[in-house]
């Protein structure tokens, strides 16, 4: 009935949405050291307080939690539907070749930017959705709420907060994943290992190695040291292993101290470590190089070889490590050796499995656990994050299976991810756009971009779906 109204209400709106969503965009907001009021740093709660505006400005009804989650309601009635997206974003690099990643930029149909389409543009169209049901007068029975929030990148902190204060909607999406429905999320075992060693000191050796930042992304660069190894030995093997996996090393001699050594750059491509295989890991593919290297026996590089054997490139299923499972509705597992500190006499790493519906401690945790114990290093517990669903034929789904469909005209059925969202830990919460699945937006990698066309089309889905719901 209202489809009409809406459709040419966000058209007209197309270039207020991309002045707002670039003036979210500019704002770094990447976490940072927590200060007075801004416990995940200034970046998020400079994006905090800028989409509070926008709310207020939209005539919504406003509400901050302590600079970790900001709401806006439709109105005073009861809430029926919760929308949740985040206003945080994951880091960059230098490397971005069609803007910088906080300068937004419009080429092509497309607007780049960190945050364009993770999650900074979906939460705008979320916005723009209840804006043009205020703006156009449609009665609702039941309201709608957005929730903005701040830590998802890092864990989901500040939902954990919000929801020990508020109750769950009987309803609840998250603009932060595909359409047409994701209804199942994988578990989740991502977890912290380390160890300590002694440093014997004898050359052939390496010195350090670095890589990795965030636990969810798939590495994209890393760099080693080595010392006692000539640069043409290095460069050799390096050929090899860059031959076998497709990533790039640059050998360069350094002067550490009063000695020559080797640094090695290595350059892969980045993804989500909930699909890690569309990645090429700088991590693993340097572990590869070094363990190939004549470097003398020593505690420290018996565990290098020990992670190259539970990690080697390109296994991302766990099939090393004897967990690799395939469940029919929620997927394969996936596992992503995502960040590693290595020092000539201690380590500390990080992994990120995706865990499809049938996952246990006992088949999954405890193998993994004994693998690292097995090679000198510790797990500091081995508690799982159990996987999520939604019925696919519950009342929810089929609403909004049934908006996409309307604006699409592609028959929608509920799909599965590895990629954990806002919705995870909430009973009646499913993943609902922006992205489509012709589209490889960049998500965590370099030139992040959103379609225009679909952002607007996200727009009036929402807005179909509000009607659907709240209605």
């Known amino acids: 009935m209202y489809k009409e109204k809406i459709d ?39 994006a905090i307080a800028a989409a509070e505006e926008l709310m207020k400005k939209y005539g919504l009804s406003t509400k901050n939690y302590g600079n970790r989650v900001v709401t806006g309601d439709l109105s005073d009635q009861e809430k029926e539907l919760d929308i949740l997206a985040h206003l945080d974003v994951v880091p960059v690099t230098e490397d971005w070749t069609v ?28 916005l723009y959705a209840i804006r ?36 769950e909607a009987p309803c609840s999406f998250t603009p932060d994943a595909d359409f047409p429905v994701i209804n199942i999320e994988k578990g989740r075992f991502s977890k912290v290992f380390q160890a300590e060693y002694a440093d014997n000191g004898v050359l052939p050796k ?30 050799e093997t390096a050929g090899q292993v860059a031959s076998a996996t497709g ?12 000695e020559n050594v080797c640094r090695i750059s290595t350059r892969g491509q980045a993804a989500h470590a909930s699909t890690p295989q569309e990645g090429k890991n700088a991590l693993t593919a340097t572990l590869e190089l070094l363990v190939k290297l004549p470097l003398a026996d020593s505690e420290g590089l018996g565990r290098l070889k020990g992670l190259n054997q539970m990690f080697p490139y390109p296994d991302t299923c766990g099939e090393a490590l004897g967990v690799k499972r395939y469940e029919a509705q929620s997927g394969a597992l996936t596992l992503c050796f995502s960040v590693l500190n290595y020092t000539a006499t201690g380590l500390k790493g990080e992994f990120d499995g995706r865990l499809p519906i049938g996952c246990t401690v006992d088949n999954t945790a405890k193998p993994v656990a004994a693998a690292f114990e097995a090679h000198g290093m510790k797990i500091e517990n081995i508690k799982i994050s159990e996987p999520h669903c939604v019925p696919g034929d519950s009342f929810l789904v089929k609403t909004l299976l049934g908006c996409y469909e309307r604006y699409s005209g592609v028959k929608g059925e509920p799909l599965s991810t590895g990629g954990g969202t806002y919705v995870h830990n909430l009973k009646r919460g499913v993943a609902f756009g922006c992205m ?9 990698g370099d030139d992040e971009f959103m379609v225009i066309d679909t952002l607007l089309m996200s727009a009036k889905i929402f807005a179909d779906a509000i009607v659907k719901i709240c209605g």
Do not use: W
């Not at 207020?16 to 003036?23: C, F, N, R, V």
């Not at 156009?136 to 957005?146: N, T």
């Open 99 to 126: 803007t910088q990643p906080f300068e937004p930029k419009i080429v092509d149909g497309r607007i780049y930017g960190r945050g364009t389409a993770d999650d900074k543009g979906p939460a705008i169209a979320a």
């Open 132 to 167: 043009a049901i205020r703006e156009l007068g449609i009665p609702l029975k039941k309201s709608v709420r957005l929730i903005l929030g701040s830590d998802e990148e890092c864990g989901s902190s500040d939902l954990k907060y919000y929801y020990g204060i508020e109750e």
């Open 206 to 235: 390496v010195v350090s190695l670095k890589s990795g930042s965030k636990v969810n992304v798939v590495p994209q660069t890393a760099e080693a040291v080595v010392a006692g190894i000539e640069k043409a030995v290095l460069e």
């Open 436 to 444: 489509t699945p012709d589209v490889d937006n960049h998500m965590h």
């Open 247 to 258: 990533v790039t090393f640059m050998i360069e001699e350094v002067q550490d101290g009063t």
């Open 8 to 46: 040419a209400y966000i058209d007209s709106k197309r270039e207020d949405m991309l002045a707002d969503l670039s003036e979210l965009v500019r704002i770094n907001s990447q976490k940072g050291e927590a200060k007075d009021g801004m416990p995940y740093g200034e970046g998020p709660a400079r």
